[in-house]
């Protein structure tokens, strides 16, 4: 080619990023590589290794120790041993570690950028300018965080060590976002990077000893998915942190299940990417760039579903094919392509399969012409149209440079197709009308909501999904919380009544025959099952009968739920705060009566029933007071954007109540539950539900939406397998024993609801920070609006 041709072409020639330091330092490591754990590293003599290699050329890279359950072991002991002394360092001391770990990283970028590069094939360009920047700002921001996380959360403390199991997609920036609040939070971890991206991590390990940290405080096993499955599983380990497949995060739900960890999941998504007619058009090309060909499209929130107003889609349409044609993809290290390398084999040969299924199911394919490189894994940038919204491809996660397209009319049809999938990690929705846009933004089910932008990072922001996008967040004030939990409180004492008290109990009871039912959509309702169960009090005498429920009467219970959560979460707090208030007031006018049930049910004195109906009362109030003030927040990133970090509420929640105290203890979980906007679906005290029951006498004269509490008394173990079955439940709560918890947490797999399980053997559940219950009831949402003139 002649420099006149080239003058014509426009062509750009290669621009090659040098990859002689990381070779020198792969080199330095003879290439192969034990794990790095208590501050040194550990090279079994007989352990099997396994290759990684650079997905840009299938050059071997290295040889990485595969872990096994003795390493996991060491790993966990030296955390454990690591923790009793990092836990009690001064945030400030901690925040000079990650303040240095900040520092070592900018002054080694370049190196892990390009390693980061050779490893996982994506462009240098990316992991100079995004991957290596969000690490080092990750670190900053967390710095903050442990120097202020004694003031900023005085009553909670760490959890201890922490099992973190990442994927190859972004493999630094994936541990920072672990590491970095664990150990602001005070917490020690074993990390294991995914089997096909280890080596940023390793590089970190040595990081972490030219900073001095103490040895153990940061150890990583490498290996694949029988390491992870063993660190997961490990009795040590108080807490795990995943990010990866839905399917994985499936199966750490259940082998965590009853083991008291704390669980974190970050799982795959299949993102809509909304465009409305008034749309910037050429901004939208480069957004749909930066949502789907970013990274190869190996992201997890990549905008994978483009759903465009049909009057603009095919102007959009052909606007997408010229920009995809400019693409250019090839070696990871070339600093001027736009493009670089699949993971893995593996990887494109899924990529391949699932893009020819959607082409059988009748999608048409369109498909960059530009050049792939001969050697290595390279898929070309490519655009599915004719796509149904049931279409394999429009459901499932291809993790590859693939958008599918389909078109709306109206608002409300867009929304119905971006929330038709099973995930909700993401969205981006492009309009000039703010009204419209935010509108949208606050109908969808998705934890981060770009506006007019795409996959835009910051640490300041919390990040992570609803439904089997996986539940936590990583990232902000709202994300620290996964490293923290309530420091240990009595339940504070009963109060004293303010009402008259009843003195004969059992007394009441006597007269008119009285079956309290069940209590769904607003309406006493029979049991399905055409039987009753007896309450007894604690001297065996038979106080009462009351409707059985079962599986039916939940599905029932829920379906009422369902249909009135949408409208109480659009009640305006201040309207919840007064509904609530009314259920106290009323539920004063009888407090004798209750006082009188909870006595006999129980063998309480007088005092002491109503005082826990006087309990009641105050949680009433207090979930009032609390009702339009736990807001959100703004934060602050270094974009010139507002980011409005908002809770919204869950949606249906199950609430399994102690068997006692059976009032109180249904009432602190039902009354921060609809302060938030859910509708729920309570189980009382199997033995004792009389004091609830006689509750939706005070629900009728409160003004409680029909729905919004739903009350089916039964046999519990039964009806929480059956709530926690459940795919209309999103949330479930527990106050009982080890095998109630094990029961709800590996019951609740399938649609991986959130769960919340708190011992019953004291009542020390009971003085459960108010905050931290309110935290339990929201999913956060970020919403990102960029602005300027
Ligand atoms: P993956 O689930 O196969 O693997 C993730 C990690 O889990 C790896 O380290 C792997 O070795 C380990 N693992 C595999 N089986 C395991 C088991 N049984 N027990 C314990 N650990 C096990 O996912 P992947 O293919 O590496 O990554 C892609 C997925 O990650 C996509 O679904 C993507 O959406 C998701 N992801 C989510 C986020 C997020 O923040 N939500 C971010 C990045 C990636």
Redesign the pocket.
């Known amino acids: 080619m002649t420099i006149n041709d080239l003058f014509h072409s426009m062509a750009l020639g290669p621009a090659p990023e040098s990859a002689a330091p990381a070779q020198q330092w792969l080199d330095s490591h003879q290439r192969r590589f034990g794990h790095y754990i208590n501050g040194t590293w550990q090279h079994p003599a007989d352990t099997a290794t396994f290759a990684t290699i650079n997905p840009s050329t299938g050059a071997h890279l290295a040889d990485i120790a595969q872990g096994d359950a003795q390493m996991v072991e060491t790993a966990v002991t030296a955390a454990t041993q690591a923790l009793a002394s990092w836990s009690q360092t001064s945030g400030h001391v901690r925040a000079r570690y990650l303040y240095a770990i900040a520092r070592h990283i900018q002054k080694h970028a370049r190196l892990f950028a390009v390693l980061e590069s050779l490893d996982n094939g994506k462009p240098i360009r990316e992991s100079r300018d995004i991957d290596i920047p969000l690490v080092i700002r990750h670190f900053y921001h967390h710095a903050g965080w442990a120097q202020i996380a004694d003031s900023e959360f005085p009553d909670y403390q760490a959890v201890g060590v922490c099992a973190q199991?990442?994927?190859?997609?972004?493999p630094l920036l994936?541990l920072a976002w672990k590491i970095a609040p664990a150990l602001a939070a005070g917490n020690t971890v074993v990390l294991?990077?995914?089997?096909w991206t280890p080596l940023t991590a390793l590089l970190f390990g040595e990081i972490c000893t030219a900073v001095g940290l103490p040895a153990g405080v940061v150890n990583i096993v490498t290996g694949?998915?029988a390491t992870?499955?063993a660190l997961?599983k490990h009795p040590g380990v108080h807490k795990v942190a995943?990010?990866?497949?839905?399917?994985?995060g499936r199966?750490?739900r259940t082998a965590t299940a009853g083991s008291g960890k704390k669980l974190s999941l970050?799982?795959?998504?299949k993102s809509p990417f909304i465009v409305f007619a008034d749309a910037d058009l050429d901004a939208v090309v480069e957004g749909v760039v930066d949502a789907v060909w970013f990274n190869q499209g190996q992201v997890?929130c990549a905008g994978t579903r483009l759903l465009a107003d049909e009057r603009i889609a095919p102007e959009l349409t052909k606007r997408l094919l010229r920009r995809m044609q400019t693409l250019r993809v090839g070696d990871a290290l070339d600093k001027s392509i736009d493009m670089g390398a699949i993971v893995a084999e593996r990887q494109l040969t899924r990529i391949r399969e699932l893009v020819a299924q959607g082409v059988a199911e009748g999608a048409t394919c369109h498909q960059s012409d530009c050049a792939l490189p001969e050697q290595g894994y390279f898929f070309p940038p490519t655009l599915l149209t004719n796509v149904g919204p049931a279409a394999t491809v429009a459901q499932e996660?291809i993790?590859g440079p693939v958008i599918v397209s389909m078109t709306f009319r109206t608002p409300s049809e867009a929304v119905a197709l971006a929330n038709n999938t099973r995930y909700g990690?993401a969205a981006s929705i492009w309009s000039q009308n703010v009204d419209v846009a935010l509108d949208v933004a606050n109908q969808l089910k998705a934890g981060v909501v770009w506006i007019n932008s795409s996959n835009v990072f910051d640490a300041a922001s919390g990040?992570?999904?609803y439904r089997e996008?996986?539940f936590g967040r990583?990232g902000g004030r709202e994300g620290l919380y996964e490293y923290l939990k309530p420091k240990p409180r009595p339940a504070p004492p009963l109060p004293v009544a303010s009402f008259r008290i009843c003195e004969a109990p059992e007394s009441h009871l006597v007269g008119v025959d009285r079956t309290p039912k069940l209590y769904i959509g607003g309406k006493q309702a029979r049991p399905d099952s055409g039987y009753s169960r007896v309450v007894n009090s604690p001297s065996g005498r038979r106080l009462a009968e009351v409707g059985d429920g079962n599986r039916k009467d939940l599905r029932n219970a829920v379906e009422a739920a369902r249909a009135a959560a949408s409208g109480w979460a659009k009640t305006t707090a201040h309207t919840r705060a007064q509904i609530l208030y009314y259920i106290g007031e009323n539920m004063y006018a009888r407090g004798g009566d209750f006082a009188c049930l909870l006595a006999a049910q129980h063998g309480l004195t007088a005092t002491q029933a109503a005082g826990e109906v006087e309990a009641c009362i105050e949680q009433w109030f207090h979930a009032a007071a609390w009702a339009d003030k736990y807001d959100g927040m703004v934060h602050h990133t270094p974009h010139r954007a507002v980011v409005m970090a908002t809770p919204e509420p869950i949606g249906v929640l199950g609430l399994i109540a102690p068997t006692a105290p059976s009032l109180l203890g249904s009432v602190a979980l039902i009354a921060p539950a609809i302060a938030m906007g859910n509708a729920v679906v309570v189980v009382p005290s199997q033995t004792a539900p009389l004091g609830l029951l006689e509750l939706y006498q005070v629900l009728d004269t409160s003004d409680v939406p029909a729905g919004v509490i739903n009350i089916v008394p039964g046999a519990q173990h039964t009806l929480t397998k059956t709530l926690a079955e459940h795919a209309d439940v999103d949330a479930l709560w527990a106050v009982g024993d080890a095998e109630l918890h094990t029961l709800v947490e590996r019951a609740s797999a399938g649609n991986l609801k959130r769960t919340w399980c708190r011992s019953d053997a004291t009542s020390d559940w009971l003085a459960t920070p108010y905050r931290e219950s309110l935290r339990q009831a929201v999913q956060w949402k970020n919403i990102w609006v960029p602005y300027g003139a």
């Open positions: 199991i990442i994927p190859w997609n972004f994936m294991k990077p995914a089997e694949d998915g992870g499955a997961a995943f990010t990866g497949s839905t399917e994985v199966i750490l970050e799982l795959g998504g997890c996660e993790f990690l990040f992570g999904g996008s996986g990583e």
